[in-house]
Nanobody, 112 residues
Framework: QVQLVESGGGLVQPGGSLRLACAAS????????MSWHRQAPGKERELVAS????????NYVDSVKGRFTISRDNAKNTVYLQMNSLKPEDTAVYYC?????WGQGTQVTVSS
């Protein structure tokens, strides 16, 4: 069955960086578009970034453009989200998605 396992979340100070990873299994990863989403307390889940199967096309929500980078390693069945210049408003649970499946999420907290 499809499994998506996120890792790399944690507590970081404003301006800091984190790298999230999502290990995928149960499907042909190299043929699948992947995405990262986040949900802050009291807010709806939103799409943060997406990447096509080859990694050649990426898209970002405006609020993270220039700070976050989505990438993938098809040999390792893993998609990454490099997050730099983190802000308190980036605090959320971050989810990996391969439609229509979701990972369990990893908490990212940006606070001093």
């Amino acid at each position: 069955q499809v499994q998506l396992v996120e890792s790399g979340g944690g507590l970081v100070q404003p301006g800091g960086s984190l790298r999230l990873a999502c290990a995928a299994s149960g499907f042909t990863f190299s043929s699948a578009a992947m995405s990262w989403h986040r949900q802050a307390p009291g807010k709806e889940r939103e799409l943060v970034a997406s990447i096509n199967p080859t990694g050649g096309i990426t898209n970002y929500v405006d609020s993270v453009k220039g700070r976050f980078t989505i990438s993938r390693d098809n040999a390792k069945n893993t998609v990454y989200l490099q997050m730099n210049s983190l802000k308190p408003e980036d605090t959320a649970v971050y989810y990996c998605r391969r439609f229509p499946y979701w990972g369990q999420g990893t908490q990212v907290t940006v606070s001093s």
